[in-house]
Nanobody, 115 residues
Framework: QVQFVESGGGLVLTGGSLRLSCAAS????????MAWYRQAPGKAREFVAV???????NYADSVKGRFAISRDKDKNTLYLTMNSLKPEDTAVYYC?????????WGQGTQVTVSS
């Protein structure tokens, strides 16, 4: 059974930084793309960032230049480094595979940015 466990969220002030982690278990994702998503209160879940098996990355326009996605294939773990945080980044953050390699969502990790 594939599971994702996200961690690293918290309460920060505007302009602050956080580093999220996502530990995957149940199968290796070393040959697959993985992504971060987020869901703000009252809104649909949205794409944040993706990283391919070769390390290529892509970001939502709203986070480009502020967030960085990375991975440790040996640890089957995905990371999201978030800088210059804004109140509009407040959301529950989730990780998952991409497309046909997507599985049930984990519990996510709450990020709250206070002004």
């Amino acid at each position: 059974q594939v599971q994702f466990v996200e961690s690293g969220g918290g309460l920060v002030l505007t302009g602050g930084s956080l580093r999220l982690s996502c530990a995957a278990s149940g199968r290796s994702f070393s040959t697959d793309a993985m992504a971060w998503y987020r869901q703000a209160p009252g809104k649909a879940r949205e794409f944040v960032a993706v990283i391919t098996d070769l390390g290529a990355t892509n970001y939502a326009d709203s986070v480009k230049g502020r967030f960085a996605i990375s991975r440790d294939k040996d640890k089957n773990t995905l990371y999201l480094t978030m800088n210059s945080l804004k109140p509009e980044d407040t959301a529950v953050y989730y990780c998952n595979g991409v497309g046909g390699n997507s599985y049930s969502w984990g519990q996510g990790t709450q990020v709250t940015v206070s002004s």
